[in-house]
Each structure stands twice: as C-alpha cells, then as structure tokens.
C-alpha cells in the first residue's frame, strides 16, 4: 500500500483527457457520417429501412408507455385536484405535462432502451464480423452506407414517436378523466386548449424531442462505431448508450426547460 | 415483396406522426384557423402588476378575447407596462374602458378584465387604456386593515 | 522487448527477386500504444504470385494487411501498391485503387442483412453502372466460381462457415481484382472445407493470374500453395523464401516455427520467477 499522489493526479489527468478525446472523436465522426457526400444510390431505401428499425419497431412500446402515463397523470391529478374542487383542471394537467416534459423525456428514454441499444449492438456486430472493415475495402464509407441512414432515421424518428406519445397519453389522460372519473369534457377539453400554447408548448416539446433525438442516435451510433470489437466490448457499449443517453437526455432537457420555459 | 411492407409501414408510421401533431395543434392548443394569429396590440399601465404573466387571458364579459404579451417597467414613470394582443374580431372596444386585473378565485391566477366604456370611438393597434386598476394585493389589504385604514383613503 | 539477438536472417539477401512486385513495403514501422507491431520492415509481393506470410499468432499479420489496404497507417515506412505510394493517395484514388485489392476477411464478413446474392452483387452495384441483368450473370459466374451458385437467394446465417467463406471469397473477387488478401483462410473449417478453399486459392491464382497474399499460421496449408513464404516474429521479417528453403532453414527462430517445436527462441513459459523458489515460499503472492 503505497500512498502515490503523482500518481492518482496522473491518472485523473488521463482520465479527463481520455473523456475530452473521445467527445472529440465522437464530434468529427458525426460530422463525416453527416457533412460529406454519399457516392450510392439506393440512399432512400437506406433511410426507410432503419426507419423501420429505429421508428416502427419503437412504435409498441411507445403508444403503450403513452396510454399509461396519461392514466396515471390523471388519476393522480383528480385525486388531488378533486380536493379543491378543480377537477376541471386535470385535462389542463395532463396535456402540459405530457407536452412539455413527459412527452419528451420519457420518449427519449423508451427510445434509447429500445432503439439506442439495437443500434449500439447492431454496428457494434458489424464491426467484431468486420462488416465494416470490408465495406471499407470494396470502397464504400461506412460512415456513409451504415451510420448516416442510421442517425438520420433517429432524429426524424423522435419527434413523431414523441407526438405520438403525447396524443395517446392525453387519449390516455381523457379515458379516465372524462369516462371513467366522469369529469365533465368540456372543462378538461377547454381548460386544456386554454391553458396549451401551440408555439410555446407543443413547439418547445417537438424541439426538445428533436434535441435528445439528436443526442441519443449520436450517442448510439458512435458507442457502436467505437466499441470495442469483441462480445464483451459490444454488451459494454450497449450499456453505455442506454446510461450515457439518459443521463444526457435528463441533463438537456433541464438546459432546455431553463431556457425555454425559464422565463415564465 | 419484403421492401413492400417496410415502405408501408414506415409510412404509415410518418403519417401518425404528423396526424399527432395536427391532432394536438387542434384539440389540444385549440389552435384554430382564425384564432391565434392576427391580433392587435393594445397597452395598459399599472402601479402594480401582481403576478400576472405572459400568456394570462383578457377577457371582456367573461370571454376570453387576447393574451398577454409582455409586462414589463416603463423607466420613466415608474410603472408597469403591459402589452396586450387582443384578437382582431374584437375592434370595438371604446377608448374609455377600464382595464383591470383580477385574481381567478381566492389562489387562482390573475388576469385582465376589461370594463367596457360608453364611448363611440374606439382604441386602435398600439394606444393605451387610461383607465387602470391594479392588482389586488392580498399582504396590503391586511396590512391596510390592521391599520384600520380600509375605508379612510376614499 | 525482443531479447532475442536480432540477427538479420541471412537469406533475406541471398536471392532479390527481379520480377515486378505489386506491393513493395520499405521500412515500415507501426505501433499500437508503446506496443511495437512492425519495426522497419521491408516486404515485397511479386505479381501474380501466391506469397505466405507466416508467424505465430498476435505478430501482427492481420494488421500487415490492413495496412496494405490502408485502413491503417504506419508510423513510419511507405507501401507502394502497384506502383502508388498510399500514404499519399487522396481518398477518392485510394477507393479507385482499393478495387484492384480484393480481400477476404477472417470472419467472412458477409453483410448480415443481404442475401449472398446482394452480398456479391455489392461492390458492382458501387463500383459499376452494369444493368440488371449483366449484374445478374456476372454474380452467378462468380458463385459458380466457389461452387455456391445453388445458394444465391439464401441469407449469411443460413451458411456453413465454410460457404460463408466462399461467398466471401466470390464477392472479393466481384470486381475482378488483381490481387487478392487471404485473412486466415483455413482458420477454424473442417478438413474438407479447407481443401476447398486451398483449390480455390490456387485455382484463381493460376487461371486469372491473381496476385494472392496469404495470412496464416497453419502452416502445412499454406507452404502447399505459396511460392513464396515470409516469417514474421516479434514485429520484424526473421524468414523468407520459398517452402522448401524455410522447412531446411537453419535459423533456430525459423526452423521453431516451421517444425512446430513448442520451446526454442520463442519460449514455452511466460516471463515468470523462479519455479522452485515460487513454489518454497506461498507468501510470494502478498509481495505483489
């Protein structure tokens, strides 16, 4: 047991310096797999099949995860509200903190458990069966052919599966609200298109969404880009996308709220 | 034949997407056609505005007829500047009318209730309420009370 | 690192092959970290030859080819390919270069989610404006070639390993390339399976004229086809010639290798203590 500052301090140092090479690394990556020219074709057909992957397949999860978070906002709000006598309120309840904050945040997660994760794993096993390196040899930039489609699909992906959420869960919220707990439907549907601003509300939600849709394929696509090419390094890089994407679609989205909403 | 259902899918996907959204700028915002975009300015000033925010309603009868745009002080007199958008259908509010803001309830949030006037012509795009009220500040009027000075001002 | 004295084997220089070499590697230097991969070797790959490169595993053979092929770069040194040097190609040469380089990776590396059709079909769609249907005829030729023409409309998960490889094999060769990287070849098939690919080496070499590079240590395989072997060992060239002159090589490194002795230059042990001291005292663990 040695005490060894100098040393500890040296490791810090390449710890940190580690970290800042990777974000580096991650930042001119993207940039290629975005800012250069794709020499293919069947680009399009690229696109709609990892819009498939990415966007349809996270479609389940996040309708159902939708329907049951409205449920629950409601059922917690009547219960609350119904003790001032503003039940009125619940559907106003609902849809703004569907629109604003759950929409968003939740679908940003939901997708980078469902969908993040799949692509991590996916390019990762690309890369360990040198799928990737290949590709490279018959002169095709995977950066291009693999990663551009794969990250587009994600940021056009998120917003819509985030609408998507945001509906069904006030579908959700007004199931129980209004036919279960017999709120009357005008007050939920009034007071909610009162309290709802289109620009400030729903636009600042689809720009959040757009946001973690960005960060979280970046993440995704890079950790299985840079992931070490063996099993075990693959199941590693799919965990740090799931924990590096929540942590960065949680740490955002309080920026964004501060920023957007701050304000008011 | 595989490609085919993909394609399918993912549009139909892409169409949800978009019906959500329409689906909240209509139900949800109740943003119509004619509501939100053409208003017109009016201002107000106020010795003090309470907790009104951007975006409280104005409402005349009870009808809500504009928002809030911006509450801001006016450094010369020392006042609150309120700026209001009301919608452009309601052009006739006569130029003495009151604009006074109210609490919705005991706890509820404020906003501004517009008095209407007697007078013929009416306020245009960028003039002012003359006639202003403040904000009810409930820790004053207890103050006031306990003072036993409720009543002597007027 | 190397402890071994580093005597420059001597038939390095005996025989300067005088035919027109497709890849000349001069002084090449590459190093992962600290570790050291090559240190300043020199290599040369003669047209339309089949040419072994030979070591023990973790030499740092697979990374001679990605090298070659210029997904790597070297510290030092420079590779001529063809006559280019490929340090110096702009991105846009190099992939018009890379389709006179075929290779055939290890694993296969057939694309998971294209049928072996499309998997050879690939590079021509890239490279090429061919129509549909030459397309089509110039893929069946090229399956036919390894015998897998059967097998065209079948996913890569739906293969053996060993038609994995000879998929893999057609579409290196799709673009007709004029040399052609062997990444292990014969590493985990069956017996069959690897004469297979032996003919199939062979097979292009001498009726296509294909330059063929081979990374392998299973060593009976590869002298059956190579005219020309090369023994690489602790980042360095330690043999070259052909089979027969490395079987009867009196280099004690070379002649380890080649009759598969288990301890010589290249020892048995890892770096360790002393064996009858280590097992006298049991406390030599709490001293780390």
């Known amino acids: 047991m040695k005490f060894d500052v100098l040393g500890r301090l040296a490791q810090l140092g390449q710890f940190v310096l580690g970290h800042i090479q990777s974000i580096g690394r991650s930042g001119i990556f993207l940039f290629l797999a975005i800012f250069s020219r794709a020499s293919f074709k069947n680009k399009g057909e690229l696109l709609i099949r990892q819009l498939y992957n990415v966007g349809v397949l996270s479609l389940i999860i996040v309708t159902v995860s939708g329907l049951f978070i409205g449920m629950v906002l409601a059922l917690q709000g009547y219960s609350i509200l119904v003790s001032y006598g503003s039940e009125g309120a619940v559907g106003q309840l609902v849809a703004l903190s569907l629109v604003r904050e759950l929409g968003p945040v939740v679908t940003a997660l939901l997708f980078a458990g469902r969908a993040g994760s799949a692509l991590t794993a996916e390019i990762g096993l690309m890369k360990a069966t040198e799928q990737l390196s290949s590709m490279e040899m018959i002169g095709v930039d995977p950066l291009k052919r693999v990663i551009a489609p794969r990250f587009w699909a994600g940021v056009i992906s998120m917003p819509l599966l985030a609408a998507i959420f945001n509906l069904v869960g006030i579908l959700g919220g007004s199931m129980v609200g209004v036919d279960w707990l017999g709120i009357y439907e005008g007050s939920f549907w009034t007071g909610m298109q009162q309290s709802v601003d289109f620009i400030d509300d729903v636009g600042n939600g689809m720009v959040k969404s757009l946001v973690f849709g960005i960060v979280v394929t970046w993440i995704a696509v890079f950790q299985g880009y840079d992931a070490t090419p063996t099993s075990e390094g693959i199941s590693r890089a799919t965990t740090r996308t799931v924990v590096y994407s929540s942590l960065a679609v949680l740490g955002l989205d309080f920026i964004l709220t501060a920023v957007m909403f701050g304000e008011l | 034949m595989r490609m085919r259902t993909v394609e399918i899918s993912v549009g139909a996907f892409m169409l949800a997407g978009m019906l959500a959204l329409v689906a909240m700028a209509v139900k949800v915002s109740g943003l119509t056609t004619s509501g939100s975009g053409e208003t017109y300015e009016l201002t107000a000033y106020f010795d003090n505005t309470g907790s009104l925010k951007p975006r409280a309603k104005i409402s005349m009868a009870g009808v809500t007829i504009g928002k809030i745009k911006r509450v801001e002080l006016d450094k010369d007199s020392y006042m609150a500047k309120v700026v209001m958008g009301i919608d452009s259908k309601v052009d006739n509010i006569p130029i003495d009318s009151t604009a006074a803001i109210v609490t919705a309830g005991l706890l509820g949030e404020q906003f501004i209730s517009i008095s209407i006037g007697g007078d013929d012509i009416y306020l245009q795009n960028g003039e002012r309420f003359e006639d202003t009220q403040s904000a009810l500040i409930l820790e004053e009027l207890i103050g006031k009370f306990l003072l036993g000075s409720v009543g002597k001002d007027n | ?288």
């Open chain 3, 1 to 288: 690192m190397n402890t071994i004295s580093t005597n420059q084997s001597t038939d390095n220089s005996s025989d300067v092959l005088t035919t027109d070499n497709f890849i000349e590697v001069r002084g090449l230097s590459f190093y992962r970290g600290s570790r050291v991969i090559f240190n300043n070797i020199d290599l040369d790959i003669p047209r339309g030859k089949v040419v072994g490169i030979m070591g023990p595993s973790g030499t740092g053979k697979t990374t001679l080819l990605r090298l070659i092929g210029r997904q790597l770069v070297p510290d030092q040194g420079s590779i001529m390919v063809d006559g280019h040097d490929i340090a110096s190609l702009s991105r846009e040469r190099l992939f018009v270069l890379r389709r006179k380089m075929g290779m055939l990776f290890q694993s296969g590396a057939l694309f998971t989610d294209l049928t072996v059709f499309e998997n050879v079909a690939f590079p021509l769609r890239i490279h090429t404006e061919l129509s549909e249907s030459m397309i089509r005829d110039i893929v069946f030729m090229k399956l036919q070639a390894v015998g897998l023409r059967g097998a065209w409309s079948l996913m890569p998960s739906e293969l053996s390993g060993g038609m994995n490889r000879r998929v893999a094999l057609a579409r290196a060769i799709a673009l007709d390339p004029e040399m052609v990287m062997y990444d292990e070849p014969f590493v985990g098939q069956d017996p069959i399976a690897m004469g297979v690919l032996v003919g199939l080496i062979r097979k292009l070499n001498q009726a296509l004229g294909i330059t063929s590079i081979i990374v392998s240590h299973d060593l009976h395989e590869t002298a059956s086809i190579a005219d020309l072997l090369y023994l690489i060992a602790d980042g360095e060239v330690i043999g070259r010639g052909t089979p027969e002159e490395m079987l009867n090589s009196t280099d004690p490194r070379v002649s380890q290798f080649m009759q598969g002795m288990p301890d010589g230059p290249v020892p048995f042990h890892y770096p360790a203590n002393d064996y009858q001291k280590e097992l006298l005292t049991p406390e030599v663990f709490d001293e780390v």
